[in-house]
């Protein structure tokens, strides 16, 4: 099915299933321990062996040597994989760097040898056996000092690296108000519960990975690339994955060294990144530097917007494209926004939830506060004053499809009471505590890729729909499921949902907030193929027919659905694929966070007090699964305001903080109320769902509303993320 012009009225309108708050249908099995992760199928590979990475002990060089002989002779150890054993190897697409490192070494903890076992632990003790001699060479592993020795344009990524229009110099220059400031942030490292794991088994020359992987289809040309195996002998399951926030986008070396251990002992084999070993081994956000330039008139209108970034990532990397928001969000004749890559021998920087705008907000964010109090005026209200209904880079011939951004801050701020903030800072007190609040824009790309589905039904009246989508704890089962039964006329119980294994047709899979709207378009398509078939059956018009009740009817006349579908079942199968509607209409999703804070006045001790948001993203598929979305998101935005950080050492080229002991997220004592409001939005050009992505919109700006919020409160304004207590320690006494 092609989806190249607006959506009228269809079966998802009807909103008996859609649009109404369920609960997850998979969430007893979860509870119960009866929904397996990749490291648990021991139903599928018995007899699995055991396999422990070794990691690289340098930054950057070479290996001289291997002897992995002590290693081989210890008990229970059944084999080692090293590159000097491993066979030929490729290099997935979407890799910057080999999965196994050798004799080259491009970053600390890159895998250099695998283990295997007979036990866990026999495998762990082994892997302390082999010997590794490295010819260390010098790195490269401050962004800042090497921004200073250059940076380049950065390529492959969704879009120029650089942007213009008007003239922005001329057009700053002759601002009234300006605002020129740089804010930074940290590398960041993902922190999802379940580590990345693979248990692998080799049928012959064919392989199967149960796996946590959220792009099933990309993981399988991925590992056949890696491999040099045809892409059919690769099968990838994942049905249930516990997180991934970006850092399972790409096979990691779990998965690969998990298929040449396999293959070098001949059983299955299981491996787990532990949890110190994930922030070097696999990939993590990016450090940024970014100056945010805003020239306006006295009321607050903005006439020059500049965004320019500073990132880094090993060589053929990519950047963090922190100013893409700042190429659609606000109003401005004269604009510029510019993306450097700085090459660095960190480990493999890539995607962590909403790349770009995660980042990009908590500077654009803080900037437009800045002029907000440069120009004396609310910062709802300045927001509001340089809303623009269509793309500012490209003109009014190119409107936004739906933006609701004016209604989300408006809605936002009266049910937060904000026009009982107090907007000049450091004057409200409760006890020990400085009180403040603070607000920022949310702002998030709608994208939509092709989707495929297969549904059928059973002569008991019951749908099956099959897709190698996954659920990363996101809700992908039961959305896809609502679809089902909205479209067949069937309660959502009678609706089985399988997802994330690569045997069924290829879902666009969890990421950059489409997979929800992407997928159930693709359901959406195959029900539509198999309610043609099932009206052909019954000798109905295909457009005529309603399915309901479990009926199929036209007119006075109605079959059920199990008699039509008989003892052989029905089923079919379709994509959903889309034409230009992106290209002639800007699409993105909108919102605004809203946040009070106490901040202590003697220990500089913030305190998240409670956090508010309206949000805009089009139909709202499940109110209940998408306020667990946001608020999760508004909680990785605390942890990235206040917490989050890996600390690089620059000496030696590697995170320091690699545990959850150090690396430090929100917990629950941390997390106060927070109150999510869905706009009433339908997007006609998005999809047949009329809907958006929701996942990461929530934690776009909510780390710039506590960060503004500890302005209010204090006066303190900082610019270096994060805002730990040391720095508000430091600035109170400056």
């Not at 070479?62 to 030929?88: Q, Y």
């Not at 790195?139 to 229009?165: K, S, V």
């Not at 269509?390 to 609701?404: C, L």
């Not at 508004?634 to 600390?647: K, N, R, W």
């Amino acid at each position: 099915m092609k989806f190249d012009t607006p959506a009228g009225p269809n079966p998802i309108d009807r909103g008996r299933v859609v649009g109404i708050p369920h609960d997850r249908i998979e969430g007893a099995a979860k509870v119960t321990g009866t929904a397996p992760y990749a490291y648990e199928r021991h139903d599928a590979a018995p007899n699995a062996a055991y396999g422990w990475i070794v990691g690289a002990a340098i930054a950057k060089g070479r290996i001289a040597s291997i002897d992995t002989r002590a290693a081989e002779g210890a008990p229970g150890v059944l084999g080692v994989v090293t590159h000097a054993n491993a066979g030929k190897l490729g290099k997935g697409d979407m890799n910057t760097v080999p999965l196994l490192g050798g004799p080259q070494v491009d970053h600390y903890d890159q895998a250099v040898a695998l283990v295997v076992a007979d036990t866990f632990e026999n495998a762990r003790d082994a892997a302390k056996l082999v010997l590794v001699d490295y010819s260390p060479e010098s790195g490269r592993f401050d962004l800042a000092a090497e921004r200073m020795n250059g940076a380049i344009p950065p390529t492959g990524f969704n879009g120029p690296a650089d942007t213009r229009a008007g003239d922005f110099d001329a057009g700053f220059a002759g601002a009234a108000v300006k605002v020129d400031q740089t804010y930074t942030t940290p590398d960041q490292s993902h922190a999802m519960m379940e580590p990345h794991a693979t248990m692998a088994a080799w049928n012959g020359d064919k392989l199967t990975l149960w796996t946590s992987n959220q792009m099933i289809a990309w993981g399988v040309g991925e590992v056949a690339k890696t491999l040099g195996i045809p892409k059919q002998n690769v099968r990838l399951v994942s049905p249930y994955i516990g997180g991934g926030f970006g850092s399972k986008l790409f096979v990691r070396a779990d998965a690969v060294m998990a298929a040449l251990g396999a293959r070098k002992v001949g059983r299955p084999v299981k491996v787990a990144l532990a949890r110190h070993q994930i922030p070097n081994n696999t990939t993590h956000r990016p450090a940024t530097i970014q100056r945010v330039r805003l020239g306006a008139d006295r009321n607050g209108v903005i006439d020059a917007i500049a965004h320019e970034v500073w990132s880094g990532d090993q060589p053929g990397g990519g950047p963090e494209v922190a100013a893409m928001q700042t190429r659609l969000l606000y109003r401005g004749s004269h604009r510029l926004t510019a993306h450097r890559l700085v090459t660095l021998d960190l480990p493999e920087g890539n995607a962590m939830r909403a790349p770009g705008e995660a980042v990009g907000l908590l500077a654009l964010e803080v900037a437009m506060d800045e002029l907000a109090e440069a120009c004396g005026i609310d910062p709802v209200e300045l927001r509001i004053r340089n809303d623009v209904q269509y793309d500012p880079e490209a003109g009014p011939q190119r409107p936004f499809s739906s933006r609701k951004l004016v209604e989300c801050l408006r809605a936002g701020a009266d049910r937060f009471g904000w026009a009982k903030r107090n907007p000049k800072p450091g004057q409200v007190r409760d006890g020990r505590w400085r009180v403040g609040m603070g607000m920022a824009a949310a702002f998030r790309n709608n994208i939509v890729a092709k989707s495929a589905a297969r549904i059928g039904v059973d002569a008991q009246g019951r749908v099956t729909v099959e897709t190698d989508m996954t659920d990363i704890g996101t809700g992908s089962y039961t959305i896809i499921g609502q679809t089902a039964a909205e479209m067949l006329g069937v309660p959502l119980d009678q609706v089985t949902v399988r997802l994330g294994d690569s045997r069924f047709p290829a879902a666009a899979g969890s990421g950059g907030q489409w997979g929800a709207n992407s997928a159930t378009a693709g359901v959406y398509a195959a029900a539509m193929a198999l309610r043609a078939r099932l009206a052909e059956k019954a000798g109905y018009a295909a457009g005529q027919a309603i399915f309901e009740d479990g009926l199929v009817k036209q007119g006075n006349q109605s079959q059920t659905l199990a008699s039509l579908a008989g003892r052989e079942g029905l089923w079919a199968e379709d994509a959903m694929e889309y034409g230009d509607l992106d290209k002639r209409y800007a699409q993105a999703t909108f919102g605004a966070h809203f946040c009070e804070v106490g901040v202590d006045m003697d220990t500089g001790e913030v305190r998240v007090r409670r956090m508010g948001g309206a949000f805009a993203a089009g139909r709202i598929l499940n109110p209940k699964s998408a306020r667990s979305q946001v608020i999760g998101a508004m909680t990785m935005g605390v942890g990235a305001a206040l917490m989050e950080a890996l600390d690089v050492d620059t000496r030696f080229g590697f995170f320091a903080n690699h545990d959850m002991a150090e690396y430090l997220v929100p917990v629950h004592a941390d997390i106060p109320e927070q109150d999510v409001l869905f706009i009433d939005e339908l997007d006609d050009k998005s999809s047949p769902m009329k809907a958006k992505g929701v996942g990461e919109l929530g934690i776009c700006g909510a780390g710039a509303a506590v960060a503004n919020a500890i302005y209010n409160a204090t006066g303190i304004r900082l610019r270096d993320y994060p805002l730990t207590i040391d720095k508000i320690l430091k600035a109170q006494t400056a």
